[in-house]
């Protein structure tokens, strides 16, 4: 699985639009990026997912440029709720078996 | 609520012991992962199951088992508990075996080894 490396932490404040960029240099051909969020004491849940350009689901949006070293993931007018670790992850997962290798993530602090 | 559940929620115990934890995943869900989550170490995958059959293993000591069961719940096994073993440990669900990177996580069982 290619490696990935994000800021450890960001602050924020309410209303304003975060970008949380993610650099994975060695992503092989196959590989997917994914974005989870996690509040302290509980499972990760899943935000999004891309292969290349843009993704946009309800809650984030995920760019990824045409050479996919880095993607950024968007959060539009965040909330104090959305205070928590985002974590990047990269990885094909074919072939049997679906591991996901979790970085140390960015923590992410939104005030008011 | 991901619908996947785990239990128990907090199981204190001493060194040496054995414990198990359990988790039913999703309906519909055939795989389940278990995962361990400590301070000094992170997030780090245990151990995948498919329809039964152990289909991924990653830093899952030797002490540590699990299986999952034809209904489709997972228990994983702790024994010759150490200190360091205190952690979080989820478990999560997914539809397929391999393919996509969502997966569906429980609340948790901390587990702490005095």
């Known amino acids: 699985l290619a490696k990935t490396t994000q800021p450890i932490s960001m602050d924020s404040y309410e209303g304003q639009e975060v970008n949380i960029t993610c650099s994975h240099n060695n992503i092989a051909t196959n590989d997917y990026i994914t974005w989870y969020q996690q509040f302290p004491s509980q499972g990760p849940r899943f935000i999004i997912q891309?292969?290349?350009t843009k993704v946009t689901n309800e809650v984030a949006s995920l760019f990824i440029p045409a050479d996919r070293k880095s993607s950024t993931l968007s959060l539009p007018r965040v909330s104090l709720s959305d205070t928590a670790v985002y974590y990047c992850?990269?990885?094909?997962?074919?072939?049997?078996?679906?591991?996901?290798?979790f970085g140390t993530g960015t923590q992410l602090k939104v005030e008011l | 609520d991901s619908g996947v559940t785990q239990t128990p929620k907090h199981l204190i115990t001493a060194t040496g012991q054995r414990v198990t934890l359990r988790c039913s995943p999703r309906s519909g869900d055939l795989s389940v992962y278990w995962y361990q989550q400590s301070l000094d170490q992170g997030l780090q995958f245990l151990i995948q199951y498919y329809n039964g059959e152990e289909r991924a293993k990653g830093n899952i000591l030797e002490r540590f088992s699990a299986q999952q069961f034809p209904d489709l719940h997972s228990e994983l096994n702790l024994s010759s508990l150490e200190l360091g073993d205190s952690a979080l440990y989820f478990c999560?669900?997914?539809?397929?075996?391999?393919?996509?990177?969502?997966?569906?996580f429980g609340p948790g069982t901390r587990l702490t080894v005095l």
């Open positions: 999560a669900s997914s539809v397929a075996s391999a393919g996509s990177n969502e997966q569906f």
């Open positions: 891309g292969y290349k």
């Open positions: 992850l990269v990885g094909s997962f074919t072939g049997g078996g679906n591991k996901l290798t």
